[in-house]
C-alpha cells in the first residue's frame, strides 16, 4: 500500500499555518511517503482555510524531485476544462509526470455562488467536463491544442472521490482509480462489489479500477488540535499495532493508497510525520 500525506494540518484555523507547506512536503519526500495531498476548497470556511491546490502542489513540485502530487480533492464542477486540462497538463510536464488529479463534485453551496456556477447537475457536468480534459490531453484530432501537452502518455492519473453510485459509473468510466474517505476493511468490500455490479453495464474492467482513500491519523502522544468527524486509524486511542493492523485490514480489503490527514497543532506536524514514517511507512510490505 503506498501511503501519503498532508503537507499541513487537517483544517487549519489561520493562513500562517499553512506557510510551511512546502518544507513539510519536502520532509515527506525525505522521509519516505509516497505521496502529498492538497484539498480544493476555494473559500475559508467551517473546515478553516485551504491553499489552491494546483499552485501549492506547483510550489512543491518545484521543491521536491520524487514525492508524487495529488489533489484530494479538487472540485470539478467550479473550473473551467480548458483551463483546467492546460493548467494539469503544466504541472505534469514540470513535475516530470509525479501529479494525479483527484476529483470530486463538492458539497459546499456558497463556493459555486461565489464563481456563479450552478450547484444543480454538477455531477453531469463533472462528466462531460472529464471527457473534455480527456480529450485535451489526449490531444484528439477535434480537440483544440492545449498550451503545452501533459508528459504523462494520455494525461496523469485521474482519482474519482465520492461513495455514490454516481461517483462509481464515474469512476469506471474516466477514472484510473475511485478515492473514498473514511472508509473501513467492509465497506472497502462493498465498494468493490458495487463497482462489480456497475461495471456489468460498461466496457470496463472493475478490476482496472484501483481503490484509494482518504483517512485520518491522530499518532498516540499527540493531541488532537480539531475534533474529527470520523473515526482515526486504528482508534480513538491508537497505537503502533492499531494502525499497522488496520491498515493491513485495508490492503487485505484491496486498497492500494491511503492518503492522511494528522488533526495536530502545526507546530507537531513534523514529528507526527517522523513517527508515521517510523512506526507505519517503515514497516509497509
Known amino acids: 500500500m503506498r501511503i501519503g500525506v498532508a503537507p499541513h494540518r487537517l483544517w487549519p484555523g489561520s493562513a500562517d ?3 510551511d507547506a512546502v518544507e513539510t512536503a519536502r520532509t515527506a519526500e525525505d522521509l519516505g511517503f509516497d505521496h502529498v ?19 501549492l502542489l506547483s510550489a512543491v513540485a518545484g521543491a521536491t524531485r520524487r514525492i508524487r502530487l495529488v489533489t484530494s480533492v479538487l472540485v470539478l464542477p467550479l473550473y473551467d476544462p480548458v483551463v483546467l486540462a492546460h493548467q494539469t497538463a503544466t504541472l505534469d510536464r514540470l513535475s516530470r509526470g509525479r501529479f494525479v488529479l483527484g476529483v470530486g463534485t463538492g458539497w459546499d453551496t456558497a463556493e459555486f455562488a ?23 490531453w489526449r490531444g484528439e484530432a477535434d480537440a483544440p491544442r492545449l498550451g503545452v501537452p501533459p508528459r504523462t502518455a494520455g494525461g496523469p492519473p485521474v482519482w474519482i472521490g465520492g ?16 478515492h473514498g474517505a473514511g472508509v473501513d476493511a467492509a465497506q472497502l468490500a462493498l465498494v468493490r462489489a458495487r463497482l462489480t455490479e456497475l461495471a456489468e453495464t460498461t466496457e470496463r474492467d472493475p478490476a482496472a479500477v484501483p481503490m484509494t482513500a482518504g483517512a485520518y491519523l491522530l499518532p498516540p502522544g499527540f ?5 474529527l468527524p470520523r473515526r482515526p486509524l486504528g482508534g480513538t486511542r491508537a497505537s ?5 493492523e488496520e491498515l493491513g485490514h485495508l490492503a487485505e480489503a484491496g486498497l492500494s493508497a491511503v492518503s492522511l490527514w494528522l488533526p495536530v ?16 511507512l517503515r514497516h509497509q510490505p
Do not use: K, M, N
Open 37 to 55: 495531498i492538497a484539498s480544493g476548497h476555494l473559500l475559508a470556511g467551517d473546515v478553516g482555510v485551504t491553499p489552491d491546490p494546483l499552485v
Open 240 to 244: 503502533a499495532e492499531s494502525v499497522r
Open 114 to 136: 461565489a464563481v456563479g456556477a450552478s450547484f444543480a447537475g454538477r455531477g453531469r457536468r463533472s462528466d462531460e467536463q472529464l471527457a473534455v480534459v480527456r480529450r485535451l
Open 163 to 178: 461513495h455514490s453510485d454516481a461517483a462509481l459509473r464515474r469512476a469506471l468510466r474516466y477514472g484510473d482509480a475511485w
Open 223 to 227: 493531541a488532537a488540535a480539531v475534533d
Open 265 to 280: 497543532d502545526a507546530r507537531a506536524l513534523p514529528d507526527a510525520l517522523a513517527w508515521t514514517a517510523e512506526e507505519v
Open 17 to 19: 499555518e499553512t506557510d
